[in-house]
C-alpha cells in the first residue's frame, strides 16, 4: 500500500523514463540471447529466417516462418542443394526494429547463412538494409512496398506500387467510375509514400484536389467513428467515391467493423485494400464487408492446379485443416525456389556469385504463370483484385492479361521519375539517373 | 471465349420479345462463371436488367439467387440454382437436376456493379411483396439506384401502399428516379428536389448534389437544398461528435475502471493491467466456442454469459498475481512497474502459444450490430451498448464500494492500514481481494471490447497508456473523477480528430494532459483528508 507515497512525483517520473529504458535495454538483450538454432557445420547450408515470432507483427509473420520452414523441409526431401541439405536459421526479431538489425547480422556473419528470408514491415527492412549492405549479404524481402528503393543485396518479391496499388485505383475508375477519392492510411513510410505516389497519379488522371481526401491514423487505431462518418460525408457529394486503405495491420479490424456497422456498403463507398488478406480478415465477420476489395498477386482462391497443391501441402504441414494462405506466403514461395535455381545456376552459394545468377532467373508461381527476376532485383507479377466474400474468402473480378513488371522508382514522383535500377554489368547501379547518366546511389563500391 | 461473350452481349442487346428477351437473359447471366473480364460482367449486369423487365415467373427467383451466390452455370450456358441440400435444380424451369454435380458447374460471379444491378432489380421486384419490411427494404433499394426504369412500378407500388414509412420512402425514391429521368417536367423535378430536402439526410444530399451544378430552376434550387441539408447536418454533427466522445470515453472507462481500483485505491502501478483486459476477451472467445459446440440455442446471449465468466477468471488471475508477486512489492512502485510489466510480456506470450497469433473471432450478437437514425444522428448499437454497460459497471463497483462489506473493509484498509488491523481486518486477504476485483472489471472490460477491438494477445498494450491516463487525469483513487476524466478525453479526442487529424489530435491530448497535471498534479479531483496528507 502506498497511498502515503506520491506516485508520480517529478523525481519519480524522471525515475520511471531510467527504469523504462532499462527495460528495453534488457528486453533486447534476452532477445538477442536466444540461441540460434545450430552452430555452423560442414555439410549443410543455412538459409536465415527473420520474422517477428513475438510482439506486434507476430500476427503476420510467424505465418512465414512456417512457410519457409515447410519450403525448406520440401527441398530436402527432394535432396537438397548443391548436394548439401539446407538447415533453417530461425531468430525472433520481436517486431523491434534495432533488434532486426542485430539479428540480422548475427544470421550473416555468425550463422554464415547464404540467404535470409524475412521483414514485414517497411521500417524492419529499412534497418537491416545498411547491414545487408555491409556485410554483402543475400534478403529476400516477402511483402508489397512503397518502392522508391533498389538495393544490389536485396531481392523484393512483393509487389511495388505499381504492381499493386495503381492496377487497383484503375480497377475503380474503370469499372466502378468512381471521381472521389479518400486515401486513409496509418501513420508511417509505407502509406505516406504510396498515398503520395496515388496523389499524383490521380492528379495526372484529372482528378481535382478537392476529390482527393488524405487521412492518417496512429498505428492500432480502435476508434473510428468520426473517421467513418466523415468518409460517408466525403462520399455524399453527388460523385462515386472510394476509399483506397493503406491501413495497417491490426487497425483493419476496428476499422471495417466500423464500415460495416454505419452501413456503408461496397455498393455505396467500395474500399479497395492493399495490407488485407486472407489472414487478417480470420478475426472478423465479413458478412457486412461483402464487396470490399483488395488488391495482391495472389489469392487463396486462385483456381490453378499449382495452388490447389500447396494449400493442401500448407495444410498437412501445419497440421491445421483451418489454416489459409496469402499473397507474402508466395512472394516466399517464389523467393526460395529462385535462390534455389539461382544457387544452382552459380554452383556456389557465394554471395556475388549467387546476386549476379539471379537476375533473369523465372520460375513458376501459383497463378498459374511464371515470375522471373528482373535486373532491377524485383520480379514479375500479374495483379489481381479480388472482392470480400461472406467466408472470408476473396473471388477474382479481375486479373491483368500479363505479367506486370515493378517500376522500383515512381515514374509519378518528381525527384524519382529519372531513375532506373539495373544490377547487371555494367550499369550495377540501384539508381541511375536516366537524364544526366550519373549513378546518384546504390552503386557498388 | 471474349467473342463468345461479346455475341451473346450482341444477341441479348438487339433481340426483341420478352420470351426471347428471358432466353438470353440466362444466357447472358452465365458469362462470368465461365470467364473474369469486364465484359462478362456486363453481360451478366444486362443479364439481370433484361431478365427483371422480361416479366418472367423465375426472374425474382433467378436474381435472388445470384444475390446468395447459389447460381451456378456450365460450360454450355445452362443455369442452375444450388439448393441448401448440395443438389441442384434448372434455373429456367425450376425441376431437379440430378446428374448435374459439383464438379460440372461453376459459380456466377459477382462484382460490386453487379451486385447494385441485383440490388435495383430485386427493388423493383419486390415493391409488390406482401410484408412491409420487404417492401421498405425493396424502396431503400430504389432509392439508392434512382433508376428511371423503375417509375412505372414505383407509380403502381405507391398507389397501393398502405404503409406511411413505406410509402413516405416510396416517395422519395419516385423522387430520386424523377431527378435522374430525361424526360420529366420541370416541375415534377422541382417537387422531387422538394421531397428530397426534406428528407435532409446524406443520400439525399449525394443524389442532390449531383445536380447542384445544373443551370435553370432544377440545378438552382438543389444548390439551395444541398446548403440547407448541409446546414441541418452541421448542427446534427455537434451532436455527433459528443455522442462519439461519450462512446470513444466509455471505452476509456471502461478500460480504466479496474484501474482506478489498482491503481487509484490501492496504489499499483500495474502494467498488466491491460492483459487482464485481453484475458477477458479471450475468455468471451472460449464461451462463445463451447456455446456454439454445446448450448447453440443459447449462443444469442453468451456475451451476457461472458461477462461473469470473465470477471471470475481475471479476478483468480488478478488473486493469484498479488499473492505470488504483488505482495512482496508493495511500497516499491520502481520495482513493482518492473516486475508487472515483464508480467504483462508472459501473459502476452503465454495466450500467444495456447492461442496462436492470429485474432480470433469473436461474434456480434445480432442485436448489437448494425446502427439507427435518430434526427440527424447515427447510432451504432454496439456502441450504445457499450455506453450502457460502461456505466452499469461503474455504478455497480461504486455500490460495492459503498454497500457492501468487502467494500468497507477495502475502504478502511486504504484509509489507515494499521487501524484496520487492529480492528481485526485481514490486512493481506483484503488486499488479495482488491487487486482481483480491479482485475476481474478489467476482465468484464475484455468482454465489451471484443465486440470493437481485435481479440488478438496485442489488445491490451493499445488500453494500457489510455487507462493510466484517465486515472491520473480523474485525480487517483476517485471513481467519480475516473468517470469524468475519461468522458472529457473522449469528448475532446472526437472534437480535436476532425480539426487536427487523428495523430495530431492524439498528441494535442496528451500535451494538453500534461499541462493540466502539472498544474494539478492529483487530477480533476484530488482526494482529500488524512490518507493524502500521511
Known amino acids: ?445 | 471465349m471474349p467473342r463468345l461473350i461479346a455475341l451473346l452481349l450482341l444477341i441479348v442487346l438487339v433481340l426483341p420479345g420478352s420470351r426471347a428477351h428471358a432466353d438470353d437473359a440466362y444466357d447472358a447471366l452465365s458469362a462470368s462463371a465461365l470467364a473474369i473480364s469486364p465484359e462478362s460482367f456486363d453481360s451478366v449486369r444486362h443479364g439481370i436488367e433484361q431478365l427483371a423487365e422480361s416479366g418472367d415467373p423465375r426472374a425474382a427467383v433467378v436474381i435472388g439467387a445470384l444475390h446468395d451466390g447459389t447460381l451456378y452455370a456450365n460450360d454450355d450456358h445452362a443455369l442452375f440454382i444450388q439448393q441448401p441440400d448440395g443438389s441442384y435444380v434448372d434455373a429456367h424451369t425450376g425441376a431437379k437436376a440430378p446428374d448435374v454435380t459439383d464438379d460440372d458447374v461453376k459459380k456466377v460471379r459477382v462484382n460490386n456493379a453487379v451486385r447494385s444491378a441485383i440490388d435495383a432489380a430485386l427493388g423493383g421486384l419486390q415493391l409488390f411483396a406482401p410484408d412491409a419490411p420487404t417492401r421498405l427494404h425493396a424502396a431503400t433499394a430504389v432509392f439508392t439506384s434512382h433508376d428511371p426504369a423503375a417509375l412505372p412500378a414505383l407509380k403502381k407500388a405507391l398507389a397501393k401502399e398502405s404503409d406511411p414509412a413505406v410509402k413516405r420512402l416510396m416517395e422519395q425514391a419516385q423522387a430520386a428516379a424523377l431527378l435522374s429521368a430525361p424526360d420529366a417536367s420541370e416541375a415534377e423535378k422541382l417537387d422531387a428536389v422538394a421531397t428530397l430536402r426534406a428528407r435532409g439526410d446524406q443520400d439525399a444530399r449525394s443524389v442532390l448534389s449531383a445536380l447542384a451544378g445544373q443551370s435553370g430552376p432544377v440545378g438552382t434550387a438543389a444548390a439551395a437544398a444541398v446548403v440547407s441539408i448541409d446546414h441541418f447536418l452541421q448542427i446534427w454533427s455537434v451532436a455527433q461528435s459528443v455522442y462519439y466522445g461519450i462512446s470513444l470515453g466509455s471505452v476509456l472507462l471502461l478500460a480504466a475502471a479496474g484501474l482506478a481500483i489498482t491503481f487509484g485505491v490501492m496504489g499499483v502501478i500495474n502494467m498488466a493491467h491491460g492483459e487482464m483486459v485481453m484475458i477477458g476477451a479471450y475468455v468471451t472467445f472460449v464461451v462463445q466456442q463451447l456455446m456454439h459446440a454445446y448450448l447453440p440455442s443459447l449462443y444469442g446471449i453468451s456475451l451476457l454469459i461472458a461477462v461473469p465468466m470473465a470477471f471470475l477468471v481475471s479476478g483468480a488471475v488478478g488473486v493469484v498475481i498479488e499473492r505470488s508477486l504483488i505482495r512482496w512489492l508493495y511500497g516499491r512502485p520502481l520495482e513493482t512497474l518492473l516486475a508487472t510489466w515483464g508480467l504483462s510480456l508472459v501473459l502476452q506470450q503465454v495466450v500467444r502459444s495456447l492461442f496462436g497469433a492470429n485474432n480470433q473471432d469473436v461474434d456480434t450478437p445480432g442485436w448489437m450490430s448494425g446502427a439507427f437514425q435518430l434526427g440527424g444522428l447515427t447510432l451504432t448499437w454496439n456502441r450504445l451498448y457499450i455506453i450502457i454497460f460502461a456505466f452499469l459497471v461503474v455504478a455497480a463497483l461504486m455500490a460495492a464500494l459503498r454497500y457492501t462489506p468487502l467494500g468497507l473493509r477495502m475502504r478502511a484498509v486504504t484509509q489507515n492500514r494499521r487501524m484496520a488491523a487492529a480492528m481485526g481486518i485481514r490486512t493481506p486477504w483484503i488486499d488479495a481481494l482488491t487487486f482481483g476485483l480491479g482485475s476481474g472489471i478489467a476482465g468484464i472490460a475484455g468482454v465489451a471490447l471484443s465486440q470493437i477491438d481485435n481479440v488478438s494477445p496485442n489488445l491490451g498494450q493499445g488500453y494500457i497508456i489510455d487507462s493510466f491516463m484517465v486515472v491520473v487525469f480523474g485525480g487517483v483513487g476517485n471513481l467519480w473523477g475516473t468517470t469524468l476524466g475519461a468522458l472529457t478525453l473522449g469528448i475532446v479526442n472526437k472534437f480535436l480528430e476532425p480539426i487536427a487529424g487523428a495523430v495530431l489530435g492524439k498528441i494535442i491530448v496528451l500535451v494538453l494532459l500534461i499541462l493540466f497535471v502539472q498544474r494539478n498534479p492529483r487530477g480533476m479531483f484530488p482526494l482529500k483528508g488524512r490518507a493524502v496528507e500521511a
Open chain 1, 1 to 445: 500500500m502506498s497511498l502515503d507515497e506520491p506516485i508520480l512525483s517529478r523525481r519519480g517520473l524522471g525515475r520511471l523514463g531510467v527504469a523504462a529504458a532499462t527495460l528495453a535495454a534488457v528486453g533486447a538483450v534476452k532477445a538477442a540471447s536466444t540461441p540460434a538454432e545450430a552452430q555452423a557445420t560442414g555439410g549443410t547450408i543455412k538459409v536465415g529466417v527473420l520474422h517477428s515470432l513475438s510482439g506486434t507483427m507476430a500476427i503476420s509473420e510467424t505465418t512465414l516462418k512456417d512457410v519457409m520452414l515447410m519450403l525448406i523441409e520440401q527441398q530436402n526431401k527432394k535432396g537438397g542443394l548443391l548436394g548439401k541439405k539446407l538447415e533453417a536459421v530461425v531468430v525472433d526479431p520481436a517486431s523491434n526494429w534495432p533488434l532486426f538489425a542485430e539479428k540480422a547480422r548475427q544470421l550473416i556473419s555468425v550463422d554464415k547463412c547464404a540467404a535470409v528470408f524475412g521483414c514485414w514491415t517497411s521500417v524492419s527492412r529499412k534497418s537491416v538494409l545498411p547491414v545487408f549492405e555491409e556485410l554483402n549479404g543475400i534478403l529476400f524481402y516477402p511483402v508489397q512496398y512503397e518502392g522508391q528503393e533498389c538495393s544490389r543485396n536485396v531481392f523484393y518479391t512483393g509487389a511495388a506500387p505499381n504492381q499493386q496499388a495503381i492496377p487497383a485505383v484503375d480497377y475503380l475508375m474503370k469499372e466502378n467510375k468512381v471521381k472521389r477519392w479518400v486515401l486513409a492510411g496509418t501513420d508511417y513510410v509505407y502509406p505516406r509514400t504510396t498515398n503520395q505516389i496515388l496523389e499524383a497519379y490521380l492528379k495526372m488522371k484529372g482528378v481535382a484536389q478537392e476529390d482527393i481526401m488524405i487521412n492518417y491514423t496512429p498505428f492500432g487505431q480502435s476508434d473510428w467513428q468520426n473517421i467513418v462518418s466523415s468518409i460517408k460525408t466525403f462520399g455524399s457529394a453527388g460523385k462515386k467515391t472510394a476509399v483506397v486503405s493503406t491501413i495497417n495491420g491490426d487497425a483493419n479490424v476496428p476499422f471495417y467493423k466500423e464500415l460495416g456497422n454505419q452501413g456503408i456498403k461496397a455498393t455505396d463507398i467500395p474500399v479497395v485494400a492493399f495490407s488485407v488478406g486472407e489472414e487478417e480478415l480470420a478475426g472478423v465477420d465479413t458478412k457486412p464487408l461483402l464487396g470490399h476489395l483488395a488488391a495482391w498477386n495472389y489469392f487463396e482462391s486462385v483456381d490453378t492446379r499449382e495452388n490447389k497443391a500447396f494449400i493442401k501441402e500448407w495444410k498437412a504441414f501445419t497440421k491445421n485443416p483451418k489454416r489459409t494462405t496469402n499473397d507474402p506466403m508466395e512472394a516466399h514461395y517464389i523467393g526460395f525456389n529462385m535462390w534455389v535455381k539461382g544457387v544452382e545456376k552459380a554452383g556456389t552459394t557465394d554471395p556475388d556469385a549467387v546476386i549476379d545468377a539471379l537476375i533473369g532467373v523465372s520460375v513458376p508461381n501459383l497463378s498459374g504463370g511464371y515470375s522471373a527476376l528482373m535486373p532491377n532485383h524485383h520480379i514479375t507479377k500479374p495483379v489481381l483484385i479480388g472482392e470480400i466474400q461472406p467466408d472470408g474468402q476473396f473471388n477474382i473480378v479481375s486479373e491483368t492479361p500479363g505479367l506486370v513488371v515493378a517500376q522500383e522508382w515512381s515514374p509519378y514522383v518528381e525527384d524519382t521519375k529519372d531513375l532506373i535500377g539495373d544490377w547487371r554489368a555494367p550499369l550495377k547501379c540501384g539508381a541511375f539517373n536516366v537524364k544526366t547518366g550519373t549513378c546518384t546511389s546504390g552503386k557498388k563500391a
